[in-house]
């Protein structure tokens, strides 16, 4: 009787916090999903793509035009796939480089549109790492031209001084590109030896804003004068033990960091001043792992360990939206987010890559009505490994920067010796109008 | 039974497994991780500590066993104050820019007679290019009492770089900035006392912000009265004879920095010792790498334990003779800008940049064996460090919003 009463009281403990957040995932009923894959081209060596991974945030042009991008990830941290280091004295690009792409929809294909190492006048060799990954955002302006910043994988670890050169990184080269044109500006290097992990473009200021990786500091570049500020670690966030990664920018040019005090930090464009607002982001991180603004300046966000909220601006009102996993007591690692403004949804890819999540849940094509509150699971995605970027297009379509295995109609890809492999590439998501068609 | 407790501890081995590996893949560099807690200073929109005020300017170990801190504002914001923490948490003491207002930097603490602590103000690099500021204070707070005594303002205009206590005299002596003047303020008499400009400082801007380089950063007091300190003199270099031309001139007048200065008890001016501190030759005349002490703590034998600003040197001045030792670095860095002694008897020391990641060394005194131990957090960005009485060590961040970090030795 005793044991049994054991065996109740335990099924309780375990089951009591899945009802007790209302809504949440049912990973037993999950289904696989394949959605179409769009390769990041280019960076081939030995007759095949040294591409594995994609981590930037992603946009569209006027024209429809998804740009994204693949990189071979080189940096400190690893050498990934099948290569090893000793090819970095045969490549023609040294170790870590970067392809700009963008998926024509017109075409239903995806383009090769520029290596970021040449574009950015940083020649990688053998011994000088290049930008393994684009880490931050790909941003465009009115006139679709493109803003984009280097990256390397864990330069964040190591402190870089001119002593070790040519060892050291140069840092996060921004570059401004015109795709009508073809002309690619390499505008310099905002915080030497540090790669950035964030930016966006303010038009109306004609200022790139971002933040460096290493000790999470805030600069601006005025691109029509080239006047460079750079601020103190105001994005540095303890909680999490390694970086920070994300910046947000308002319609406004207001830009939002995370803090030490489980609030935000905003920063007035005008005035360069630094203001703590008096909220508290919800979860146990309390910061953003992804956000998008609306047309009205909301801004919607996610925390690393997948607390969904938004903020609006102009009354400081906070709303937490709930758990992407309907699980507060676990971590999910949700690094991406897109917005349909129209539809009034908030589309995921939940759990990826990095930080704590529920295994069961990896790779969960998650969509939030936000006419309703309520989350739905459309299923895992065959292949998935990683995702750091999405949107959606004016047309509903959902686009999100992944990598992971690379399926060719029903097959998946393989290197020459056979073994599955690991691509960038973009996934394209076609939700139906009616989101009850997904129960 | 021993096969069913091997299951059972399957599981845990795993998941700690994974969390070793785990946090040795995120700190890198870092300290013992075991051994590090932090206590956050700034206390958030609500205050009283607000977000930009709670960069750690300086932190002493008084008798009551805590530690009292002094901050700065940081990027627009207004307010410094005093704290204190034992190593757990935190207690805000004053608001000093409530206090004495437009002043937003608290420099640097001393402790006097009567377990008193003294400190003196400064304000931000713009508001003193601008000259609307009336200057730096010296004042008195009484943890006993809990007491604040503003003593006035040193020199019009003028910040207090820092500041040291001859507390057998009772004299205060302190520099100030950007006008790099040597002043004494005597507690009893409240005569203050200038001896005049002792560095001319270098304007200097660096992406758009205002700052003046060479002014001096610590100030020694020994036993006798006598003041050291560090700073620049010009010396003539003679032009080579097949450059001389017609009516030109005869020398180039450089800047040589790291001349260790006297003044003694009594003394009108102070004077070269004849002394000067380790440099990487060939950098002491460049605006941006200043060349003075970063930092001084006494040592048991008569001298004075010495960081160095640029190169991050630790070296001994013994004043009785003028004797500079070069110990060496324990790192690439410069600015060697904090020193404590561990209940070891170890040498503890605080390197890095100004604003950058900051690193805990360690040289031991017996053996003479210089070591760098790695950096509390990879975001940390120190100003200080001091032990306690049960081997902690305690590093003052200097960022928006502040931690203490306090590493428990010998764990």
């Not at chain 1, 200021?205 to 600069?219: L, P, Q, T």
């Not at chain 2, 040291?164 to 002596?173: H, L």
Request: charged share 20%; with cysteine; glycine share 10%.
């Amino acid at each position: 009787m005793e044991k049994k009463y054991g065996i109740i009281v335990f099924i309780c403990f375990c089951v009591f916090p899945y009802f007790a957040h209302g809504q949440s995932i049912d990973v037993e009923t999950l289904k696989q999903i394949r959605l179409p894959m769009y390769l990041a081209k280019g960076l081939e060596w030995k007759g095949e793509s040294t591409q594995n991974t994609t981590w930037s945030k992603i946009t569209e042009t006027s024209d429809g035009k998804i740009w994204f991008c693949g990189g071979d990830h080189w940096g400190i941290d690893e050498i990934t796939g099948k290569w090893d280091k000793s090819d970095r004295y045969e490549r023609p690009w040294g170790f870590g480089n970067t392809t700009l792409c963008y998926y024509d929809p017109m075409q239903d294909q995806s383009f090769e549109e520029l290596e970021l190492n040449s574009t950015s006048a940083i020649y990688s060799n053998e011994q000088t790492p290049g930008h393994g990954k684009i880490h931050a955002n790909i941003v465009t302006d009115s006139k679709d031209r493109l803003y984009f910043a280097g990256y390397m994988g864990y330069s964040f670890i190591h402190e870089y001084t001119d002593a070790y050169f040519p060892k050291s990184y140069a840092g996060g080269a921004l570059i401004k590109y015109d795709p009508s044109t073809k002309h690619a500006e390499y505008l310099g290097i905002p915080v030497p030896y540090g790669a950035v992990a964030a930016m966006y473009y303010d038009e109306k200021r004609d200022i790139i804003n971002g933040i460096s990786v290493d000790r999470a500091k805030f600069w601006r570049v005025k691109v029509s004068t080239m006047e460079l500020n750079r601020y103190e670690s105001v994005a540095r966030m303890s909680r999490l033990k390694d970086r920070v990664r994300e910046m947000i920018m308002d319609n406004d040019g207001y830009c939002y960091f995370a803090n030490d005090v489980g609030g935000l930090t905003k920063f007035d464009p005008d005035t360069q001043e630094f203001m703590d607002l008096d909220i508290v982001l919800p979860g146990k991180l309390m910061d953003f792992r992804a956000s998008v603004v609306s047309s009205m300046n909301t801004i919607y966000g996610i925390t690393t360990d997948g607390f969904v909220w938004s903020f609006n601006p102009n009354t400081n009102e906070l709303k937490d939206l709930g758990h992407i996993i309907g699980m507060p007591d676990q971590s999910h690692y949700t690094p991406n987010i897109a917005l349909d403004e129209k539809w009034e949804r908030l589309y995921f890819i939940a759990g990826t890559h990095g930080y704590g999540l529920l295994e069961e849940a990896f790779g969960v094509l998650t969509i939030l009505d936000l006419k309703t509150g309520k989350y739905y699971w459309a299923g895992k995605i065959e292949g998935f490994e990683g995702c750091f970027g999405a949107l959606c297009s004016k047309d509903h379509e959902v686009y999100f920067n992944s990598f992971g295995r690379f399926y060719e109609g029903d097959q998946i890809q393989k290197d020459k010796s056979g073994q599955p492999i690991t691509r960038p590439y973009l996934l394209k998501y076609s939700p139906p109008e009616d989101l009850n068609e997904l129960d | 039974m021993k096969n069913s407790i091997q299951h059972k501890l399957v599981l845990p081995i795993i998941i700690l497994l994974f969390h070793a590996t785990n946090v040795f893949s995120q700190r890198m560099g870092g300290l013992d991780a075991g051994s590090i807690s932090k206590v956050l200073i700034s206390n958030g929109p609500q205050g009283p500590i607000k977000g930009g005020e709670s960069a750690v300017t300086d932190l002493i170990l008084m008798p009551d066993g805590w530690m009292y801190g002094s901050t700065k504002a940081t990027w627009g914001a207004q307010n410094c104050h005093l704290f204190r923490i034992d190593g757990e948490k935190s207690e805000h003491i004053i608001n000093m820019t409530g206090q004495m207002p437009g002043q937003t930097t608290i420099s640097n603490l001393v402790v006097g007679k009567g377990s008193v602590l003294y400190g003196c103000t400064s304000t931000y690099n713009e508001i003193l290019d601008k000259k609307d500021y009336e200057g730096g204070h010296l004042f008195a707070y009484n943890p006993g009492k809990k007491t604040m005594d503003d003593l006035g303002i040193i020199q019009q205009g003028q910040g207090i770089n820092c500041m040291a206590m001859d507390s057998i005299r009772g004299i205060i002596y302190c520099i100030t900035y950007p006008a790099g003047h040597l002043f004494s303020y005597h507690l009893e008499t409240k005569i203050k006392k200038d001896f005049g400009q002792v560095m001319q400082p270098w304007r200097v801007e660096d992406l758009g912000r205002v700052s003046w380089r060479g002014v001096p950063k610590v100030l020694i007091v020994d036993d006798a009265g006598t003041v050291y300190f560090s700073t620049y003199v010009h010396e003539k270099v003679p032009v080579w004879k097949q450059e001389l031309m017609d009516g030109g001139p005869s020398y180039y007048s450089v800047y040589a920095g790291g001349r260790i200065f006297r003044l003694a008890f009594g003394d009108e001016k102070p004077v070269f010792t004849g002394a000067t501190i380790p440099s990487q030759k060939g950098m002491d005349s460049d605006q941006l790498y200043e060349n003075g002490i970063a930092s001084a703590i006494r040592a048991s034998d008569g001298g004075f334990w010495c960081g160095t600003i640029n190169d991050g040197f630790l070296f001994k001045f013994y004043p009785s003779t003028s004797t500079v030792i070069n110990k060496g670095k324990a790192f690439q860095y410069w600015n060697l800008k904090s020193l404590c002694y561990g209940t070891d008897e170890k040498l503890y020391m605080l390197g890095g940049r100004d604003e950058d990641n900051s690193w805990l060394l360690c040289y031991n005194q017996v053996t003479g064996s210089i070591d760098c131990l790695g950096w509390p957090d990879n975001t940390s960005q120190c100003n200080v460090i001091v032990a306690d009485k049960n081997g902690k060590i305690f590093f003052g961040e200097n960022l928006r919003h502040s931690f203490i970090w306090i590493y428990t030795l010998n764990k």
